[in-house]
C-alpha cells in the first residue's frame, strides 16, 4: 500500500503524522500495531517509565497495544479528521489535505475496566489536551466521560473500535 503520511514535527504534540498526498473520506490510512499487552503488563510498563499514560491504544476490556512506530505518533484531536474502527484501523472520517495532521480522538479508544485496574482508572485516566482545536475539551477522558451527543455521533459514523461498540450495543 502507498504510503499515506509522512512523519514531521508537530505543533500539537512532538512528532506527528501528516498527510502526504489528499485523503478521501472513507480511505484507510494506517494499521495500527505493536505488541499486545495485559493490564498488569502495561502497569509495570508505567512504573518503568517504558510506557507513557496516552500512548498504548485499548483493544479489548483487558487488553492494549503497546504501539510501534509510526502509530505511535498520530496525535489526538478533539476535532479529528480521522477514526478508529475494527481492532485499530486509522480512517479518514473527512477528506484531509496534503499536509494536513491526521488525528484521531483518543477518547474513543478508552473504555477502562476500573475492576481490572483496581484503581479508579476513569478518573486517572485524564490528559490535558494540546490539540489547539476551536472543539477543544481541554482534557482527554474515557470514552464514558464524553458528551452524549458526542458518543452517539462517532457511533453512527462508526468511528469507534470493536470492543467499545460491542459495549454499547450490549447496553442498548
Known sequence: MEKRF???????????????????KGELIHILLGKT?????????YEL???????????????????????????HSCNPNAGIKGRATL???RDIKKGEEITFDYSTTEWTNDKA????????????CNCKSSKCRKYIKTFNNLP?????????????????????????
Request: one cysteine or more; a positive charge.
Open 91 to 93: 480512517f479518514a472520517l
Open 6 to 24: 509522512i512523519i514531521k514535527k508537530s505543533k500539537i504534540n512532538g512528532l506527528g503524522c501528516f498527510a502526504s498526498k489528499l485523503i478521501k
Open 148 to 172: 452524549v451527543k458526542l458518543k452517539e455521533r462517532y457511533r453512527q459514523r462508526r468511528a469507534l473500535p470493536n470492543f467499545i461498540l460491542r459495549k454499547l450495543d450490549k447496553n442498548n
Open 37 to 45: 499487552v495485559s493490564i498488569p503488563q502495561l502497569k509495570k510498563m
Open 49 to 75: 517509565g517504558k510506557e507513557r499514560i496516552d500512548d498504548p491504544l485499548q483493544v479489548g476490556d483487558l487488553k492494549y497495544i503497546s504501539l510501534s512506530k509510526p502509530g505511535i505518533f498520530f496525535n
Open 117 to 128: 485496574w483496581k484503581i479508579n482508572w476513569t478518573k486517572i485516566w485524564k490528559i490535558k
